[in-house]
Structure formats: structure tokens, C-alpha cells
């Protein structure tokens, strides 16, 4: 087993045990807290997909997230009022019925906005990605059906088949299962031949299209696949706050997603995990502290990326390996 | 003479008031080695860089095994057969050179939206790249990554993802920059042995090397095609002299 495995193993027990031992010390709130942890993780294993593997510095990841969370928001609300959601299709509080619709809206908005921002690159990638994520924001601020400004709220949690999710350990050992099944499948495609081409597409698009694989179709789907990930973490994040508002289609959450990766490791497995674990620590304890906790998670992001490129996977780790 | 592979008819390219490509006509015929030959600045890059698609041309036709690419954008002229190199070696760096050959072979097979297969355990993958390294002696470096490789290796490199390609035409944009006398006259023979798989047009300032291979020169001068012809017609050709070899001798 090499360095970098033993890392990820015991990242993910640590994610696993702190808060089962919290639970049986009666301390729900760290429970809540790892929940936390959990979803913002997944939710930037979808951008490190595109930002990691495939190089794409999507500044507006949060149009993804906060869809799916309005997804989970819209349906929960419509069900327990008893409406239908259009003409005669019933809404649901089934969670995995949400959680495919999240990804299939998430998809399908991706789509579109991949096709036009992906006909850029550098500086207006990341510009385009923002512009469309602010659209998508302000649309759902003049939205008074679902709450506009003041969100959503949603009066109990979606239902898991045969789990009590209003639970905290229970719904945090649905969110953890749901981002070891994606990072399972993160690997798998990181290493397989679409995988391939979208690295090689990072390192050098002219070489991908000299053999004659076009960079966009590659991208493209990258960056698709990426935005259902993070669409099914925002529907996650919903049910965890019980609570959708226009801040998840924030930039600031854009930005909170790509400063997770760059602390805890651009393009690395668990990269993401241990960003969200850096992050909501210092949240949690400097935010204890002072209100302007984030002046010194600033410190700490510039001491990363001027001393330690490779974010906490790369000081644990070493350098990235291909085959 | 028979159909040629790659056609080119009047080819045109301004930068500004630069005319890099001023109608310019070249053939490739099957079997062939065509050399291309000029001082600095004559265009020569530019020109590669149109046929291959990385650079839209003004005006003029390239056809290829006798279809108009002229609309193709790079990917696509290379799914149709035509491989190139670059003059200055590009490479998936972070990439071994196996896993940079192997990307060739999966474009090949026209392969690339498969999501679970691991490539690094594709032996219909692994296997035909190993035999494209052993080709041009590099076997022993393939789990080196890209960026270091010695310049001369990844000169080999390129040569090999090209030949993974299979391709119907070659295009080598300086393959011999660079390389040591040593370096130049074995890949000076290895080309030779190519030109039965694919015919190619060839970019080279190493005039031994374009002498003993070219079965035809074209002399591009600023932008324009002032000769072309066998080695002999190019080498007594009066303006040549005068225009390019009369500087270098």
C-alpha cells in the first residue's frame, strides 16, 4: 500500500469514527458538524473532477450546488403541502428519487453552460462559469413562489427507506456513504480511458487533439458529470441545514468549494476530504474565536499555495504518481 | 502518376501584412518522403500547422486521401489519418511516455468515452504502446514521465505516438532539432524505413538528412514555393542556390 492510500484510509476513518464517537458521548452537534464536513467534501469531489483531473477553474460550481438543494427544497415543500409539482406529477420526500432528479437537473443545466463557457478557456472560463452561476442566482432571488430572498425552508427531513434521517448519525452515515460510493467511482474514471484523455486534455489539449480525440467533447462531459456531483451534494446539504436559500448559489460558495480543493489537494482522491475537514475546523474553532475567522484561513490559504502546492494531500503524501 | 495522399492547392495565410502562406501547392504521393525546405522564417511551420488543423488557412484546399479537410479542425484530420509532430516537442508531461503512447492507441481505437475499464491494466492498450517504444528504442524508458525525458528521448517519443496512429500520412515538423550527430543519422534511418507505411512531408534543416531521404524538395521562400523537384533538380537549381544553399554552403 503506498503513502498516499494509508493517507486516504485514515482520513476516512477519522471522518467515520469522530462523530460516532460523538454520538454515543451525546454530543449531537459534532454530528451535524462531520455532516457538514461530508457534504462539502462531496461537493468538491464534483468540482475537483473538473478542476482537479481536468484543469477547468469553474468559478460557478455554486449555480449546481444550490440547484440540487433547490431540488430537494421544492420537492420536500410541494409534497408536504399535498400539490403537485407540475400538471400531475406528484413531489416526493423520497430521498433517492431527489437525489436523481438533483443530478439530472444539475446535468442538464451543465450542459448548456459547459457548451458555451467550454468555447473559452483561462481567465473567461472562469468568468463565464461565474457569470452564468450569478444568473442563475438572481433568478432564484426574484423567485417568490420559492422563497426568493429568504429561501426555503423545509419543515422536516426527506425520508431514507428504513433509516430515521432526522437522526443526526443516522442522515451523517447516509452522507458519508454517498461520498465513499462517489469517491469509489471518482477513482474509477479518474483511471480509465475517458479519465486518460481528460487528464491528458489538462496537460495538453494540442496533443489531445493531435491524436485525434477533440479536447471539447472530453471537457464537456467532464464538466457535466462534475455539476451532477455537485448538484447531488447540494440536495445532501438541503436536507442537512433543512434549509435552501439563494447563499448556496453564492460566488462566495463557488469560491468555498475551490478553496476546499486548493487546501486539501487539487486533482488528489481525498483532496477534497481533507480540505472540508480544514475548513470546517477552522470554521468551527477560529469562528469560536473571532468573528473574522476567515482573515486567518486567508493566512493559511496563502501559506499553502506559496509553500505547499499539493494542499495537505501533497505535505502527507508526496507528488501524484501515473502509471 | 497516381492519386496523391495530400493535396494542397493554393494555399493562402496572412498575418497582417505578413503573408506567411502565399499560395502555396504541394503533393504527397503515396510511398513518398516530400521534404520541405527554406531559410528562417519562410513559412514552413505555418504551413504544417494548416495542413495538420491547428491554424485555419485564408483561402485554398487541402485534401486529404482525396476528401476536403480544408473545414476539419485538428482532431478530426487526425482521426482521418493524419499524424504529425511538433517542433518543439508537445507531450502530456505529468504522463509516462508509455501512458502518452497509449493515449495515441485509445484514440485509435476510437475509445475515449469508456468510464470504467482501468487503462493501467489494458493490455489492448499497454501492448500495442510498448511495441511503438520498442520501435524507436525507447522500451526501457516507458515508465519515465514526459517532462524527464532527455529533449533527444522525447523527440522519439512523438515519433511513436505518431506511429501509434497508424496513420496514412506523416507530418514531421523538424523531427531532427536538436538531436546529436549520432541521434540524427539513426533517425535519419529509421525514417527511411517509414515511408513504406506512410508517406510523409517532412520539415528539416538538416540537409544530409533531407538529401538522403527526400524523394522530392519543395523550397519554400517567403511563403511561396520557389522550386520543386528530386534532389538533383533542387540542389543545380540556380535560385535555390542563390535564395537558401548558397547562405548554408
Known sequence: MNRETTVNLL????????????????????????????????AAVGLNLALGLGGLLSFGHAAFFGLGGYVAGILATHAFNGEPLFADIPATT?????????????????LPI??????????????????????????????????????LSM?????????????????FLICYAALMVTLLLFRIVEGSRFGSALQAARQNGTRLAAVGIAPFSIRLVAFAVSAMITGFAGALYADLNRFVGPSMLSWHMSGELIVLIILGGKGRLFG???????????EYVLGGITERWQFFLGLILLGIV?????????????????? | MSEPILEIRDLRKSFGALKATDGVSVELQPGQIHALIGPNGAGKSTLIHQIAGSL????????????DVSGLDMAARARLGLARSFQISSLAQEFSALRNVMLAVQARQGSSF?????????????????????????????????????????????????????????????????????????????????????????????MDAVFALADRISVLVYGRIIATGTVDEIRSDPEVRRAYLGEAA
Open chain 1, 306 to 323: 506559496l509553500f505547499a502546492r499539493g494542499g495537505l494531500l501533497g505535505l502527507l503524501s508526496g507528488k501524484p504518481r501515473h502509471v
Open chain 2, 56 to 67: 485555419r488557412a485564408d483561402s485554398g484546399t487541402i485534401r486529404f486521401l482525396g476528401r
Open chain 1, 114 to 151: 459547459g457548451a458555451i463557457s467550454l468555447r473559452t478557456s483561462g481567465v473567461y472560463f472562469i468568468m463565464i462559469t461565474l457569470a452564468f452561476a450569478q444568473l442563475i442566482y438572481y433568478f432564484a432571488i426574484s423567485w417568490p413562489a420559492y422563497g426568493g430572498e429568504d429561501g
Open chain 1, 155 to 171: 419543515s422536516m427531513r426527506n425520508a431514507f427507506p428504513g433509516v430515521n434521517t432526522a437522526k443526526p448519525l443516522p442522515y
Open chain 1, 272 to 282: 477534497p476530504v481533507a480540505g472540508a475537514m480544514i475548513f470546517v475546523f477552522f
Open chain 1, 11 to 42: 482520513l476516512a476513518l477519522l471522518l467515520l469514527g469522530a462523530p460516532i464517537l460523538a454520538a454515543n458521548l451525546g454530543e449531537p452537534f459534532y454530528v451535524t458538524l462531520a455532516t457538514r464536513v461530508v457534504v462539502l467534501a462531496l
Open chain 2, 114 to 206: 469508456r468510464f470504467f475499464r482501468q487503462v493501467a491494466s489494458d493490455r489492448d492498450l499497454i501492448e500495442p504502446a510498448m511495441a511503438m517504444l520498442e520501435r524507436v528504442d525507447l522500451a526501457a524508458r516507458a515508465h519515465v514521465p514526459a517532462a524527464e525525458l532527455s529533449h533527444g528521448e522525447r523527440r522519439q517519443l512523438e515519433i511513436a505516438i505518431a506511429l501509434a496512429l497508424s496513420p496514412k500520412a506523416f507530418l514531421f515538423d523538424e523531427p531532427m532539432a536538436g538531436m546529436g550527430p549520432e541521434g540524427s543519422k539513426r533517425l535519419t534511418t529509421f525514417l527511411d524505413g517509414l515511408r513504406h507505411e506512410a508517406p510523409m512531408l517532412l520539415v528539416e534543416h538538416d
Open chain 1, 94 to 110: 423520497s430521498m433517492p428519487l431527489i437525489w436523481v432528479t438533483a443530478v439530472v437537473v444539475a446535468g442538464l443545466v451543465a
